[in-house]
């Protein structure tokens, strides 16, 4: 349970460094492209060669790309109805659409499950979430901040994100059964965990608690779908509908209840979309996740 605590942590670094006169409040630029182009390839090439496929995969590997496609349906149908601006919506498909289901899934996962649940968490993560924000994401980054760009730019984007790379490399390496060496694994595992302490501390230095701001009604909406509906959608979806009921179905759901995925808002505010909005999407998401979570908890035990 450290973990969560480091959390919390790692927040109030960014917060403290922030309100520091003199210090370097842009370095979090810096800390973004370190997460996106270092720690998340390092992750990707650590973790999926490792995966052992089977169509029992298929119930967590769609929590991601059932959550992110019903997000950009949602908000699409919102921002038309309201006249919202591209970049709010494009924000909010983003930030509402990927779940943390690693920084802040994995340790909650083994803590409630143990080190079987932490294989399925990874499952949720690595082909799903991971996935969908690497080409998914990518797209509608780049389609809500550059207007309307041609297929070529977002193909040439997408082929070009570092993550999505080290992805299809770790992908064929699962194909043919290969994996690096022992302590070649460990400096990607140790490199890879870096994620959790510079994102939030990114995170923290760009956090502002404004009562006047106009984000606090997109913020409600964007939590709203994130920590209540998306995990509702999942349940009904695997348990009413499909009948499925067994811990994986449970962790499943679990996961789809966690809060913004801090990449996801990264990859959000660095193309322009509502950056602070952005922020405060991871953090009041998390704080209020840990209310929702609980809830959900005692829900999936009737699973």
């Avoid at 509906?229 to 999942?234: N, V």
Wanted: glycine fraction near 8%; proline fraction near 5%.
């Amino acid at each position: 349970m450290i973990n969560l605590v480091l959390i919390f942590v790692y927040l109030g670094i960014g917060l403290l460094f922030q309100n520091i006169k003199g210090f370097p409040v842009r370095i979090y630029q810096v800390l973004n492209k370190i997460v996106i182009n270092v720690c998340l390839p390092a992750l990707a090439l650590y973790y999926i060669p490792k995966i052992n496929w089977s169509s029992d995969l298929l119930f967590p590997i769609g929590v991601a790309w059932i959550a992110f496609g019903c997000s950009y349906l949602f908000f699409s149908f919102l921002g038309k109805k309201f006249g919202w601006s591209k970049k709010l919506t494009g924000c909010l498909i983003l930030t509402a659409g990927l779940g943390n289901t690693s920084f802040l899934g994995f340790p909650i996962i083994e803590a409630l499950y143990g080190q079987d649940g932490l294989k399925t968490a990874i499952l949720v993560d690595q082909p799903g979430t991971f996935v969908v924000l690497s080409t998914l994401g990518i797209v509608v980054a780049t389609l809500f901040s550059d207007g309307n760009p041609e297929p070529k730019q977002i193909a040439k984007k997408i082929l070009l994100f570092p993550p999505f790379i080290t992805f299809l490399l770790a992908c064929l390496m699962n194909v043919f059964h290969l994996e690096f060496l022992s302590t070649l694994q460990f400096l990607l595992q140790k490199v890879g965990s870096g994620v959790t302490p510079l994102a939030l501390i990114s995170v923290g230095l760009q956090l502002k608690f404004e009562k006047n701001s106009k984000h606090w009604p997109f913020l409600a909406i964007g939590l709203l779908y994130k920590l209540i509906l998306t995990p509702a959608l999942i349940f009904l979806i695997y348990v009413v509908m499909l009948k499925q009921h067994s811990t994986g179905i449970q962790i499943a759901v679990m996961e789809a209840a966690m809060a913004p995925m801090i990449t996801a808002c990264i990859l959000s505010a660095t193309h322009g979309l509502k950056p602070r909005l952005s922020s405060m999407m991871i953090g009041f998401g998390i704080p209020i996740s840990f209310i929702t979570l609980t809830f959900w908890y005692f829900m999936v035990q009737f699973i």
